[in-house]
């Protein structure tokens, strides 16, 4: 018995979604490759990476990305204009940093903040409690 193609329909119900696409913006090279390993690992796609202040702002006024993790000190210049600019585009982010929550701006209170150094599933748990 021969069968009939599937129709487009059950193709789009069918297909996974599409993985989310990341900004990180990291200081610590090092940190920043390990951070893009464990995304790759988790089926993330990384989109933008910065290092430094002036490149997270201008990734984040332009970037097509779902979500981004921000470390809160980039070479000893905050990362809160960063969250500002995301925050304006409505586009999801949560902190990363080894200060923990009390680091945070007082504008910022509340948001997401993943303690460093943390594992791929903090990551991951990170990422769906900000963009399910």
């Not at 951070?35 to 933008?48: A, K, Q, R, T, W």
């Amino acid at each position: 018995m021969r069968r009939s193609p599937a129709k487009t329909e059950d193709k789009i119900i069918n297909t996974p979604s599409q993985p989310k696409r990341v900004l990180v913006v990291e200081d610590d090279m090092l940190v920043a490759m390990l951070i893009e390993e464990m995304l790759i690992d988790l089926g993330y796609v990384v989109v933008g990476m910065a290092m430094r202040l002036e490149q997270g702002l201008a990734a984040a006024r332009v970037v097509d990305a779902d979500v981004a993790i921000l470390d809160v000190n980039l070479d000893g210049k905050e990362s809160f204009p960063i969250a500002e600019v995301l925050k304006s585009r409505n586009l999801p982010f949560f902190f990363a940093t080894g200060y923990g929550s009390k680091g945070l701006n007082p504008a910022f209170e509340g948001t997401l903040t993943l303690n460093k150094p943390f594992q791929t599933d903090e990551l991951k748990a990170a990422f769906e409690a900000v963009c399910p």
